[in-house]
C-alpha cells in the first residue's frame, strides 16, 4: 500500500494542494494589482495593513469555486455571492485583526508547537482525504508517510504557515475570553429554571388603567431629566444624500424578443421535439426546468388565470402557447387528465420565459448613468440632472448601520461606504440596486453632514415627556398595588378584597418560571421571587414595565435534581460558550474600532 502511494504521491500533491486552496484561512495576499483608472488597488485596510483588491477578489472567486464544486446543480444567486464576499472580508479583518494583536501582547507561537500540531491534529481536509484512510478511518502510519516524503515539503510550508497563524489567533482568543467563569450555582440555577414549576394567583395593576396627562409634565421636570440622562441623548454621525435612479425598464423591443424566443419554442415542440428536452433548453422557470417543466397535477385556481384556463382547454398530449402572464410568457404541454374529490385536475408541464430587460437595455441606461456621472465633474449635480431628464431625490438623514439600509433606497453597503467615507458634496460611482423595487442606476452625491453630538432638549422634550409619562403610570400602578397589599392578610382576604374592589385575579396555572404566565406575562425576575414564597404566602407588590402585581403562591414543586448530575456537564459548556461567545464578539466589535477598519469595497463594486 505505502509503495502504491509513493508511487502516486505526485497526484496526491496535485490532490492536497487543491484540498488545501479550497479551504484555506484566508492570511496571505495574491499577488499585485493592475490599476483600474484612478483606484490604487487598496480595498481596504486593517490598522495600516492593506488588502489588496486582487487578494480579495481572488480568495471570493476561490470562495465562489468551491462552492460550486460542493454541488455543482446549485445556482449561485446574487445574494450568495454577496454573501461569500461579505464572509471573506470578515475572514480577512479578524484574521488581520489576531495578527495586530499577537504583535502587541507579545504573543510567539514556536517551531515546536507548530511542529506538534501538524505532526498530531492534521487539518479535516487531510483527515478525509482518501489516501489517508483505511477501512474508511483516517490511518495516522499513512499521513506521516506522506510527512516524511520530500516531495510534500512545499506543501507542508503552506500548511506550517496557517498552523503558526491559527494557533497564534487561538491563543489570542484564549486571552480574551479567560475571564469567562460560570459558577456552580449558575449551572444548578439554569438546571432548576427546566424543572421547577409553580401556579399562583394574582391580581394586576396594569399601567394602561393609570391615565396620565402629558400637559401634567412641567418643562423643569422634562429639563432635569435631559440633564441626568445626556449620555442617552448622544446621537452618531448622520449624513443625507441626494441622488438620481435611472430605471432599468424593459422596452417594447425586448419583450417581442422574448415572444419570438417563445413561438420558436412552441414550433419546435409542435414538430415533435421532446417537450422535456425543450423545457431544459429553454425555460427559466427554476422550479421545474430540471424536471423537463413537469409540473405534476393540478385543480383549477391553483395557477394564475390566464395558465389556468388555457390548460384546462388544452387536449391530453396537445402543446398550447404562447400564454402570457405577470411571469412571462409560457409553452404549455397537458399530459394527463383525472377526476377527483376535489374536482378536475390536469398534468402538464410548460417552459416559461421571464420577462427581462435586454443585456441592450440594461447597457443604455447604464451608459446614460456614466454620461451624467462625467456630466457632473464639470456642470455639477443638480446642474447635469435636468439635462439628462433626471429628478435629483434625497434621502432622510441616515446613521451608518451594517446592514447598509439607506431610507428609500434600501440596502446597499457600498453606498453606505461611500456616504460615510467620503466628504461633503463628493459624487459616487454608478451603483446598480433597486430603487421603490425598479431595476436602477443610482449616481449619490454627500448633501450634508451632522456631526457627532448630544441631540438637543427642543429635539428629543417629546420622547422624553412619554418616558415621563410612562414612569408615572407605573409609579401610580405600583402605588395602588402596595395599598391593595396593606389591605390583604392571607388568602382568604386576597380574594374577598379583590372582589369588593372589582380587581380580576387571574390563576398562572402550573409554569417554568421562563414560560409566559397568565396576568404576569413572561418576567422570570418575578416568578424567581414567587418561588422564594411558601404556598399560601403573599408577595409585596411587585412591577416591571407592564404593571405591577399582588399575588399568592398556590404550589410550587421541588426542583427534580435526578438528572441534574448527567446533565450539568452539557449545561456548564453551554452557559461558558454563550458567554465567551458574547465576551469575544463585544471585544471584535471595540478592537474593529480600536485598530480602525477601513472598508473602500465600495470603490471596487456597485453591490456587494
Do not use: C
Given at each position: 500500500m505505502m509503495t502504491q502511494m509513493r508511487e502516486n504521491m505526485p497526484l496526491i500533491m496535485w490532490i492536497l494542494v487543491g484540498a488545501f486552496l479550497a479551504t484555506i484561512v484566508f492570511s496571505w495576499g495574491m499577488g499585485g494589482f493592475k490599476n483600474k483608472g484612478q483606484l490604487d488597488g487598496v480595498v481596504g485596510k486593517v490598522g495600516n495593513k492593506e488588502i489588496l483588491y486582487d487578494q480579495y477578489n481572488r480568495l471570493v472567486q476561490d470562495r465562489v469555486a468551491s462552492e460550486r464544486k460542493q454541488d455543482d446543480k446549485k445556482q449561485l444567486t446574487d445574494a450568495d455571492i454577496r454573501k461569500i464576499r461579505q464572509e471573506v472580508w470578515d475572514e480577512l479583518v479578524r484574521n488581520d485583526l489576531m495578527a495586530e494583536f499577537q504583535t502587541k501582547w507579545g504573543i510567539v507561537t514556536s517551531d515546536a508547537e507548530v511542529a506538534y500540531a501538524v505532526q498530531n491534529n492534521p487539518p479535516s481536509w487531510i483527515r478525509e482525504n482518501e489516501n489517508f484512510l483505511k477501512d474508511g478511518q483516517f490511518d495516522p502510519s499513512k499521513y506521516h508517510e506522506f510527512l516524511k516524503d520530500p516531495r510534500s515539503a512545499q506543501l507542508l510550508v503552506m500548511i506550517e504557515k496557517e498552523y503558526r497563524s491559527s494557533i497564534g489567533n487561538q491563543k489570542v482568543i484564549d486571552r480574551i475570553i479567560a475571564p469567562v467563569f460560570v459558577s456552580p450555582t449558575e449551572v444548578q440555577d439554569e438546571y432548576q429554571a427546566t424543572t421547577q414549576k409553580l401556579n399562583a394567583a394574582v391580581v394586576s395593576f396594569p399601567v394602561k388603567n393609570f391615565p396620565v396627562d402629558s400637559g401634567s409634565v412641567s418643562a423643569a421636570e422634562i429639563q432635569d431629566y435631559y440633564s441626568k440622562h445626556k449620555a442617552d441623548y448622544e446621537r452618531p454621525e448622520k449624513r443625507q444624500l441626494s441622488y438620481v435612479a435611472i430605471p432599468i425598464v424593459a422596452t417594447r423591443e425586448d419583450s417581442s424578443r422574448i415572444v419570438e424566443t417563445a413561438q420558436e419554442a412552441l414550433q419546435r415542440a409542435k414538430a415533435g421535439e421532446d417537450f422535456a428536452s425543450l423545457a431544459k433548453e429553454y425555460s427559466e422557470d427554476e422550479g421545474s426546468a430540471t424536471q423537463g417543466g413537469d409540473l405534476g397535477y393540478f385543480t383549477r385556481g391553483r395557477m394564475v388565470k390566464e395558465f389556468?384556463?388555457?390548460?384546462?382547454?388544452?387536449?391530453?398530449?396537445?402543446?398550447?402557447?404562447?400564454?402570457?402572464?405577470?411571469?412571462?410568457?409560457?409553452?404549455?404541454?397537458?399530459?394527463?387528465?383525472?377526476?377527483?374529490?376535489?374536482?378536475?385536475?390536469?398534468?402538464?408541464?410548460?417552459?416559461?420565459?421571464?420577462?427581462?430587460?435586454?443585456?441592450?437595455?440594461?447597457?443604455?441606461?447604464?451608459?446614460?448613468?456614466?454620461?451624467?456621472?462625467?456630466?457632473?465633474?464639470?456642470?455639477?449635480?443638480?446642474?447635469?440632472?435636468?439635462?439628462?431628464?433626471?429628478?435629483?431625490?434625497?434621502?432622510?438623514?441616515?446613521?451608518?448601520?451594517?446592514?447598509?439600509?439607506?431610507?428609500?433606497?434600501?440596502?446597499?453597503?457600498?453606498?453606505?461606504?461611500?456616504?460615510?467615507?467620503?466628504?461633503?458634496?463628493?459624487?459616487?460611482?454608478?451603483?446598480?440596486?433597486?430603487?421603490?423595487?425598479?431595476?436602477?442606476?443610482?449616481?449619490?452625491?454627500?448633501?450634508?453632514?451632522?456631526?457627532?453630538?448630544?441631540?438637543?432638549?427642543?429635539?428629543?422634550?417629546?420622547?422624553?415627556?412619554?418616558?415621563?409619562?410612562?414612569?408615572?403610570?407605573?409609579?401610580?400602578?405600583?402605588?395602588?398595588?402596595?395599598?391593595?397589599?396593606?389591605?390583604?392578610?392571607?388568602?382568604?382576604?386576597?380574594?374577598?378584597?379583590?372582589?369588593?374592589?372589582?380587581?380580576?385575579?387571574?390563576?398562572t396555572g402550573e409554569h417554568l418560571r421562563r414560560d409566559y404566565m397568565r396576568g404576569l406575562g413572561s418576567d422570570e425576575t418575578i416568578a424567581k421571587t414567587l418561588l422564594t414564597l411558601n404556598p399560601g404566602q403573599l408577595s409585596d407588590a411587585l412591577a416591571n414595565s407592564r404593571g405591577a402585581y399582588v399575588a399568592v403562591l398556590i404550589s410550587k414543586t421541588s426542583p427534580d435534581m435526578s438528572g441534574f448530575d448527567s446533565q450539568k456537564g452539557d449545561i456548564l459548556n453551554k452557559l461558558r460558550q454563550n458567554r465567551q461567545n458574547s465576551v469575544y464578539a463585544d471585544w471584535l466589535a471595540q478592537a474593529e474600532k480600536q485598530v480602525k477598519v477601513d472598508d473602500k469595497r465600495y470603490l471596487y463594486y456597485t453591490d456587494y
Open positions: 389556468d384556463s388555457t390548460a384546462f382547454v388544452t387536449d391530453t398530449g396537445k402543446v398550447a402557447g404562447p400564454v402570457t402572464t405577470r411571469f412571462g410568457v409560457h409553452i404549455i404541454k397537458v399530459f394527463d387528465r383525472k377526476h377527483g374529490a376535489d374536482g378536475d385536475s390536469v398534468k402538464a408541464s410548460h417552459i416559461l420565459l421571464k420577462w427581462k430587460v435586454s443585456p441592450e437595455t440594461d447597457e443604455r441606461a447604464s451608459q446614460k448613468a456614466k454620461d451624467f456621472s462625467d456630466a457632473i465633474k464639470s456642470d455639477g449635480f443638480a446642474t447635469s440632472a435636468p439635462r439628462f431628464g433626471l429628478q435629483v431625490k434625497e434621502t432622510e438623514f441616515f446613521q451608518k448601520n451594517p446592514s447598509g439600509n439607506i431610507p428609500g433606497i434600501g440596502s446597499l453597503l457600498p453606498a453606505m461606504d461611500f456616504a460615510f467615507g467620503s466628504k461633503i458634496n463628493a459624487v459616487s460611482h454608478v451603483f446598480k440596486t433597486k430603487v421603490r423595487n425598479e431595476d436602477s442606476y443610482v449616481v449619490f452625491q454627500i448633501k450634508a453632514i451632522q456631526p457627532k453630538g448630544v441631540a438637543l432638549l427642543t429635539d428629543v422634550q417629546s420622547q422624553i415627556r412619554g418616558i415621563l409619562v410612562k414612569d408615572k403610570q407605573e409609579a401610580a400602578a405600583l402605588e395602588a398595588a402596595k395599598k391593595f397589599r396593606s389591605r390583604v392578610t392571607d388568602p382568604q382576604t386576597f380574594l374577598s378584597v379583590a372582589s369588593r374592589e372589582s380587581l380580576k385575579v387571574d390563576t
